[in-house]
């Protein structure tokens, strides 16, 4: 019986991959003699279901499900993926997305076996030459934030693909790299543009044409990721950090990262960029921003030149309980640390008096033991003197 169990294991792909061909050639050609052919060849044409999608409240999922390839991505997975942020970008009610791996792994690049056909020894570049990007829609930047949540292996056009993102949330034992370096694999997924922005050229260059992995903590010294949390909890921080964003006003939220990215993209000149934040500033923009005055009007109440530390509320509903308990915690740890030090400073003083005292304790016993040592000295001198008759 045929293993496909073989198959699926990465380190069996290459191995196996004219296996595969001559399999499923076989396939094809029994299926034509049979009766039910049509309903199996029907259901083989239907692409699997590579791209999951689903909401947590008002946060849009968006996962890559094919762990057995490290979720490498081919064309039907990149349509997938294209079409899932395109309803992301739609969806009213959904103001930040998260894209994360199934399995183990971000994303490890475009399926590279996908790209030899079944007929001829050939390679095809057609995956390359898609309008949006060959493993999603990477050629363009999406409408409203998306947060990556980066496990285990994030490579290649993977990589390029996290760049995308607007955030990246890192396992400390997770690894970035231009792999495909090693392959003779061009980046075609605006890794080329957005990487320098991010991290300058010189580093830029240095990823790019070494090809060499990255840890978790050099990239975020370097500005490649944002966060850096403890293996598996990578897309859990992924959605708390997208819940937060999500609870802001998003007009101005998204008026201020389409101003970054005009800045950093398509400006020549600062007076163009300052144009550019003028020009993406809209009529409904205006009105959050009325609303947002009169509220902080309202809740801070002007009594005092120092009124506004004086309030009912230390900030936004949405983050008081959380930030009043870290500050706590915080003023706690201070005063615990000026205690100790002040502890430690009256300890030293006492130390230093403890010493003064007993060094002059032993300055005294010298002085006294050499005190009478003198006295025992003049009377034996005396003794031993003649007496005059």
């Given amino acids: 019986m045929f293993n496909f169990g073989r198959l699926l294991r990465p380190t069996a792909l290459v191995r196996h991959s004219s296996t595969i061909k001559n399999f499923h050639r076989t396939l094809v050609t029994t299926s034509g003699l049979r009766k039910d052919a049509v309903p199996n060849a029907e259901a083989a044409s239907v692409p699997a279901k590579t791209i999951l999608v689903e909401k947590d ?17 081919d064309s039907s997975t990149a349509s997938q993926l294209c079409d899932a ?30 790209m030899s056909t079944d007929e001829k020894e050939e390679i095809s570049v057609d995956i390359l030459m898609r309008p949006e990007g060959s493993v999603g829609p990477t050629r363009r930047q999406i409408k409203k934030p ?39 694999v061009p980046m075609l997924d ?24 990255v840890g ?20 859990g921080n992924a959605v708390e950090l997208a819940t937060c964003l999500a609870k802001f006003p998003q ?26 934040e003028v020009m993406y500033t809209s ?28 309030r009912d509320r230390s900030m936004a509903d949405w983050d008081d309980e959380d930030v009043a308990t870290a500050a706590a915690q915080k003023e706690k740890q201070k005063q615990e640390e000026e205690a100790a030090r002040v502890e430690a400073e009256k ?13 002059a304790e032993t300055k005294s016993e010298t002085k006294a033991e050499t005190s009478s040592e003198s006295t025992s000295s003049e009377n034996n001198d005396s003794k031993s003197k003649p007496k005059d008759k």
């Avoid at 409240?57 to 991505?73: E, H, S, V």
């Avoid at 903590?217 to 909890?233: F, K, M, S």
């Fill in 347 to 359: 300890q030293k003083q006492a130390e230093k008096v403890q010493k003064k005292s007993k060094a």
């Fill in 251 to 276: 007009r101005a939220l998204n008026h201020d990262r389409n101003s970054v990215y005009s800045g950093a993209f398509e400006t020549s000149t600062f007076h163009q960029a300052v144009q550019n």
């Fill in 57 to 73: 409240k008002n946060i849009t999922l968006i996962g890559i499900n094919r762990p057995q390839q490290r979720n490498a991505i």
């Fill in 146 to 184: 998306v947060v990556c949540s980066i496990n285990g292996y994030c490579i290649g056009n993977g990589l390029e693909l996290a760049l995308m993102c607007d955030l990246r949330v890192m396992e400390e034992s997770a690894v970035l790299g231009f792999f495909n370096r090693r392959f003779g």
């Fill in 283 to 310: 009529r409904e923009i205006i009105e959050d921003m009325q609303n947002g005055i009169k509220w902080f009007n309202q809740t801070f109440k002007a009594d005092t030149t120092h009124s506004w530390l004086k």
């Fill in 190 to 213: 605006g890794g080329t543009v957005r990487l320098p922005a991010m991290i300058g050229l010189s580093r830029a260059l240095d990823l790019i044409l070494t090809g060499r992995p």
């Fill in 216 to 235: 978790s903590q050099e990239a975020h010294d370097i500005g490649l990721v944002n966060r850096i949390v403890p293996t598996g909890t990578a897309l």
């Fill in 85 to 114: 942020f395109a309803n992301f970008e739609q969806d009213e009610t959904s103001p930040v997305a998260v894209l994360y791996g199934i399995g183990g792994s971000f994303c490890s690049g475009f399926d590279i076996l996908e």
